[in-house]
């Protein structure tokens, strides 16, 4: 079913379904750097304080940004 988005587009503009499942790998790895106030979720928390360690942005979320950004 996934495999008909490709049909008719073999003029250049790549694979629709790899396309789509870099997508989905991006989608997974912003939804894991979840804000938690102003701190970042997924990168891990203070052991000292027990609460997420790193400011947003953070580095991951900074790096999309950056390379959709161009
Ligand atoms: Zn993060």
Redesign the pocket.
Known sequence: MMDDFNIGLSNGFGDVKTLIDFNNALRAVVE??YPSGIF?????MNEEYNEPA?L??????LAIEKAISG
């Open positions: 894991l750097h970042c979720r997924g990168c891990g790193q947003l942005p953070c580095p991951t979320i």
